[in-house]
């Protein structure tokens, strides 16, 4: 079945430091893959996606690029704010499946 | 526009009492899913409903059961609630099923005691 895995937390970072939270999956077929942020006492918001292979997705100055040979979707910054900490989530939708499947989150806590 | 919209927000029950949990996805949205969030996990899949129907269901018993209302709107029922079942329930809404990004709704806090 799908799987997901992300590099284990918490990450904690001081503000303007370089961020990466790896992310790895395992699918049948050809899954669209997506990335969720959860700020305390919220829902999850989607954060960026992309849909095929070499795909970069982008959004508020986070990316991440659908690596098929590797079968990963890692998340990068370049400079990060206090105001990004929150529990981020890798994930992955397949057609057939009709579903979600998620990993088990990162918490990111960046201090001043 | 409203988004997902969750009801309650909170909830305690008893063992082997039975809850029922409710959704109102985004205006225009057919696609309503349901997923349990045990605290440190990601959201697990329960169940997505498409115009009304079935479209898939996770690795959950049958005490847990979903429908999804000609306005969309969906419920979620837990019969014979355990312990284990204590969780965030969080339901998300889509333009269409399959792949599509989810918009999720804050959840409800269930606890079983």
């Known amino acids: 079945g799908n799987s997901v895995t992300q590099m284990e937390g918490p990450v904690t970072l001081s503000e303007e430091a370089f961020l990466t939270i790896n992310c790895t999956y395992t699918?049948?077929?050809?899954?669209?893959l997506f990335w969720y942020v959860q700020y305390p006492g919220e829902g999850l918001q989607l954060l960026l996606k992309?849909?095929?292979?070499?795909d970069k997705g982008s959004n508020k100055g986070f990316e991440a690029t659908y690596r098929k040979e590797t079968t990963s979707f890692h998340l990068e910054k370049g400079s990060v704010q206090v105001s990004d900490s929150a529990v981020y989530f890798c994930?992955?939708?397949?057609?057939?499946?009709?579903?979600?499947?998620f990993g088990d989150g990162t918490t990111l806590t960046v201090k001043p | 526009d409203a988004g997902v919209t969750q009801s309650p927000t909170h909830l305690i029950k008893t063992r082997g009492q039975h809850v029922t949990l409710r959704c109102s996805p985004i205006?225009?949205?057919?696609?309503v899913s349901w997923y349990q969030q045990v605290l440190g996990q990601g959201p697990q899949f329960i169940f997505q409903?498409?115009?009304?129907?079935?479209?898939g269901r996770g690795n959950f018993p049958d005490r847990f059961s979903a429908r999804q209302f000609p306005n969309y709107s969906s419920e979620l029922n837990v019969n014979a609630l355990l312990l284990g079942d204590s969780a965030l329930y969080l339901c998300?809404?889509?333009?269409?099923?399959?792949?599509?990004?989810?918009?999720f709704g804050n959840g409800t806090r269930l606890t079983v005691t």
């Open positions: 994930a992955l939708s397949d057609l057939f499946a009709g579903k979600s499947t």
């Open positions: 992309a849909t095929k292979a070499d």
């Open positions: 205006s225009g949205h057919k696609s």
């Open positions: 409903y498409y115009e009304k129907e079935e479209r």
């Open positions: 998300a809404s889509g333009v269409r099923e399959g792949i599509s990004p989810l918009h």
């Open positions: 699918a049948t077929g050809y899954p669209s």
